[in-house]
C-alpha cells in the first residue's frame, strides 16, 4: 500500500525589516489579511488557504486511519465516565434554587430553578439543547439571573470566535426585552437593583475595549467607561455585599477597578486606586470595609489590605494579612460575618477561614497531591461556604462548609458510571532539579502496580504561561491512558503560578527560557526515575503549552517519542509584532514588546518555536487549531507544520488537525469535544509505540 504523502506548502517569500533585523517568512501567505471578517463569518476564507487546510485535514485522517477504532474505543471510554444525567448541586439565591442540569445524551445543558429547599416545581431559565440544535458550535459563555429574580441573561456565541451576542428575557412570560446585545465579550451583569445591564463591546479586532449600560427590560446602551490602552483587558462584577458595581481594568502586570455605587446605577465611575505600572489588585467590600488583595510594595505572593475609606485609594489602605513569601494568596470570598481567603504552598491548595472577630482556622486536607477550590455562591449573608476537593484519584466532591460550626456536609460526589476504584491508583509528587537549582514539582498518576524500570510508556503535561496553575485535579481522560499502563505526569514549571506569583515571574519575559528547561529537567527525571525511558516520552500541551511543545521540540528532539501541540502558540515573533491581533498588546507585559524594543525582539526570536526550527530529525508531531480561533490562529499550527516539514531530517509524520467549525476550545459539546481528546491520545499511543513506522 502507498503511504499518503503529506500536503506541500508553497513557500511565498515575504521579507521583514523589524528594528533593523531581517527575516524570511516563507508561508506568511496562509494568514488571510481578512482574518477579522474569517472570524465572524469562516466561509469567507480565502480559496487557496481553505483547500491547504482541507488537505492537512484528510493527510491527518488518512496518516490515523489505523487508529479510528482505538478513537472511538477512547471516546466511548471517556462518555462512559461521564454521568449522563447529571445536574450541578443547587446555589441557594433568596426563594429558589438554582442549577443546571443535562439530559441523558445532551451536549448542552438546562438551567432551571426550583422554590428552595424543594424537589419539584421546576422552572426552565435557558434550554441550551433547543438553542444549539441544527449548529454546529454553540457555547454560552455567561448566563445569569437578575437579583430580584425576575429576569434572566444570557450570552452564546454560535461560530467560536468568542464574539458573543447577549438576550435578556423575562421569566413571568418569556418574552425576549429589547433588542440583542451584539458584538459583545462574554461577560455581563445585572446591577444590584435589577434595574440595568452592564456588558461589554468588543471591538473589530476582538478586543473588549468599551462598557455600555442598558435598561435591563430594553433600551438605549449608553456608554459608561472606555478603555484607551489597547493593552488592557476589560471585566465587570458586583461587590459581595451588593454594595458596588465594580469595572475591572488590567493586563498581566498592572490593574486599575472603578466603582459605581448601586444607590446610583447611573453614575459615572469613580477610580478605586489609579493604576501603577506592577501593581496588581482586586477588591471586594465586605460590609463596612473595603478588603483588598495587591502585590503593593513588594508583596510579590500578595497580602491583603482594609480600607474604611468610601474610595479606597492607595493611601487609605492599612495591612491586615501580612505578605510571607511562599505563601500565595490566590484570592479570596466575603461572607457577611466571615471572609474565606486561598491559599497555595508549594504547589497545594488550602483554605483559611476568618471570622469578623479575628479568629481563623485552617480548611486542609491529607492526601499527597490535591485541588481545593472555593464555588462562588449567591448569598452574602450566609455562614454557608461551599468548596470542591478532588485529587488525581478522587473524583471531585462538593463540599458545604458551616464557617461558625466548621462542620463539613458533602453534597456531591462527582459519579463515574463505568466504575472508578481509587484504590487502583497512586498519586506522587516528585522534584526536579532545573539547571539553576530551582525545584520543579511534578504531579504522578499511576497504577500501583506499574513497574519503574523504563518499560512504560510516559506522557509529560505542561502549560508555564499567565501564572497559570495546573492543579492536581481528577480527570475523567487521563484515565483511558493510565489504564493501558501509561504513567500521566504534570510538570509545574516556571511561568505557572503553581509555586507561588514569583513562580509565575522566574517563567516569564526574559525568564520565559525557565519554562522551557524545567519542563526538559522534570523530563529528564522521570526517565533517570524508571517512570520512562528517553525516546519513549509524550509530551502534551495546549496554547501557550503549545509553544512549550514547540520550544522543547526545538531543543531537546532527541527525548520525546511524540509530541502533541494543541492550539499552539508557536508563531511567537511574528504574532506579538501584529497590533491587529487581539492579544497582542494585552501580552506584552508577558512576553516582550518586540516592535519597540529590540532585546524583547532578539529574545523572542531566540525561542519562538516557528522561528527556531532547524534541520533535525523531529519526533512524530500532531499540531491541532480552530479556524474561529480568536486567541491562537489557524495560522499558527498551519505554518508550523509546514516549516517543520521542510526542515525536519527524520521520516516521523507530522500532522495538522484544523477545527473548520471551532476556535480555541474546541468542540463546544460535552461529548463532542472529547472525540478531540480521543485524536490526541490515540496519536500518542501510535506515534510514541512507533506503529507509524509499520506500514
Not at 528547561?517 to 525511558?533: N, P, R
Not at 495538522?656 to 481528546?677: P, T, V
Request: with cysteine; hydrophobic share 40%; net charge negative.
Amino acid at each position: 500500500m502507498t503511504a499518503p504523502r503529506p500536503p506541500l506548502a508553497r513557500k511565498q517569500p515575504h521579507r521583514i525589516d523589524q528594528l533593523g533585523r531581517i527575516r524570511v517568512d516563507d508561508y506568511a501567505w496562509i494568514k488571510d489579511d481578512n482574518w477579522q471578517q474569517v472570524l465572524r463569518d469562516p466561509k469567507v476564507l480565502r480559496a487557496d488557504v481553505r483547500n491547504h487546510l482541507v488537505a492537512e485535514n484528510a493527510y491527518t485522517k488518512a496518516m490515523l486511519a489505523g487508529t479510528e477504532a482505538l478513537q472511538a474505543e477512547l471516546f466511548a471510554e471517556m462518555k462512559g465516565r461521564i454521568k449522563q444525567d447529571d445536574s450541578s448541586v443547587p446555589a441557594p439565591d433568596g426563594p429558589w434554587d438554582y442549577y443546571a442540569r443535562y439530559d441523558t445524551g445532551a451536549e448542552h445543558p438546562v438551567h432551571a430553578r426550583r422554590p428552595r429547599g424543594a424537589a419539584e416545581g421546576e422552572q426552565v431559565l435557558l434550554d441550551e439543547p433547543a438553542l444549539a440544535a441544527g449548529k454546529a458550535f454553540f457555547q454560552v459563555g455567561a448566563a445569569s439571573h437578575s437579583p430580584d429574580h425576575a429576569l434572566y441573561a444570557w450570552a452564546a456565541d454560535d461560530q467560536g470566535s468568542e464574539y458573543y451576542t447577549i438576550r435578556v428575557k423575562d421569566l413571568a412570560s418569556g418574552a425576549e426585552l429589547g433588542l440583542p446585545v451584539e458584538s459583545a465579550y462574554g461577560d455581563f451583569i445585572f446591577s444590584p437593583d435589577s434595574g440595568w445591564l452592564f456588558w461589554i463591546w468588543r471591538d473589530e479586532n476582538a478586543r473588549p475595549s468599551k462598557v455600555f449600560r442598558r435598561p435591563a427590560r430594553g433600551g438605549e446602551d449608553v456608554l459608561v467607561y472606555e478603555e484607551a490602552d489597547q493593552g488592557m483587558f476589560l471585566g465587570l462584577g458586583t461587590a459581595s455585599d451588593d454594595s458596588h458595581v465594580l469595572i475591572q481594568v488590567g493586563d498581566q502586570e498592572t490593574s486599575e477597578i472603578w466603582l459605581i455605587p448601586a444607590s446610583d446605577p447611573t453614575a459615572a465611575p469613580v477610580v478605586a486606586a489609579p493604576r501603577e505600572v506592577g501593581v496588581k489588585y482586586s477588591l471586594d467590600h465586605w460590609t463596612d470595609r473595603w478588603v483588598i488583595r495587591s502585590n503593593a510594595d513588594g508583596a510579590v505572593d500578595f497580602k491583603l489590605s482594609v480600607s474604611e475609606a468610601a474610595i479606597p485609594e492607595r493611601t487609605t489602605w492599612r495591612g491586615w494579612i501580612a505578605h510571607q513569601p511562599g505563601r500565595y494568596i490566590t484570592g479570596f470570598a466575603a461572607y457577611a460575618g466571615h471572609l474565606v481567603r486561598a491559599e497555595r504552598v508549594n504547589a497545594l491548595d488550602r483554605l483559611v477561614v476568618t471570622a469578623r472577630d479575628g479568629g481563623e482556622h485552617l480548611i486542609g486536607f491529607d492526601e499527597e497531591a490535591y485541588a481545593l477550590n472555593l464555588e462562588g455562591g449567591y448569598e452574602y449573608a450566609t455562614t454557608t461556604a461551599r468548596f470542591v476537593y478532588q485529587s488525581p484519584t478522587t473524583p471531585r466532591q462538593w463540599f458545604d462548609y458551616n464557617l461558625a460550626t466548621r462542620q463539613r456536609t458533602l453534597r456531591k460526589t462527582q459519579e463515574v458510571p463505568s466504575g472508578h476504584d481509587p484504590a487502583r491508583y497512586e498519586a506522587r509528587r516528585l522534584t526536579a532539579t532545573a539547571a539553576d537549582g530551582a525545584e520543579v514539582p511534578i504531579t504522578v498518576l499511576m497504577l500501583k502496580a506499574t513497574a519503574l524500570n523504563g518499560s512504560a510508556p510516559l506522557l509529560l503535561y505542561g502549560y508555564g504561561a499567565y501564572g497559570h496553575a495546573l492543579e492536581p485535579s481528577f480527570s475523567i481522560r487521563n484515565l483511558s491512558l493510565v489504564d493501558r499502563g501509561w504513567i500521566w505526569a504534570t510538570a509545574h514549571v516556571r511561568g505557572g503560578s503553581d509555586k507561588g506569583w514569583g513562580w509565575f515571574l522566574d517563567g516569564r519575559k526574559a525568564n520565559k527560557p525557565n519554562s522551557f528547561t524545567d519542563f526538559i529537567a522534570c523530563a529528564e527525571h522521570l526517565v533517570a526515575q524508571g517512570y520512562g525511558a528517553k525516546g519513549n516520552v509524550a509530551a502534551y500541551g495546549g496554547s501557550a503549552g503549545g509553544m512549550l511543545m514547540g520550544a522543547v521540540a526545538n531543543l531537546r528532539p532527541d527525548l520525546w517519542g511524540a509530541i502533541i501541540a494543541a492550539v499552539p502558540f508557536v508563531d511567537v515573533l511574528n504574532t506579538m509584532s501584529d497590533t491587529t491581533l487581539p492579544l497582542t498588546p494585552p501580552e506584552w507585559p508577558e512576553w516582550g514588546n518586540p516592535i519597540a524594543d529590540p532585546d524583547a525582539y532578539d529574545l523572542i526570536a531566540g525561542y519562538s518555536p516557528y522561528d527556531r526550527v532547524s534541520p533535525q530529525a523531529y519526533p512524530p508531531i500532531l499540531a491541532t487549531g480552530g479556524l474561529s480561533d480568536p486567541r491562537v490562529t489557524y495560522w499558527e499550527p498551519a505554518k508550523w507544520v509546514a516549516k517543520l516539514r521542510e526542515h525536519t531530517t527524520a521520516e516521523a509524520p507530522i500532522l495538522l488537525k484544523i477545527n473548520m467549525e471551532a476556535g480555541h476550545a474546541g468542540a463546544s459539546g460535552r461529548f463532542d469535544f472529547l472525540k478531540e481528546i480521543a485524536l490526541d491520545y490515540a496519536f500518542a499511543i501510535w506515534a510514541n509505540g512507533g506503529d507509524w513506522k509499520r506500514p
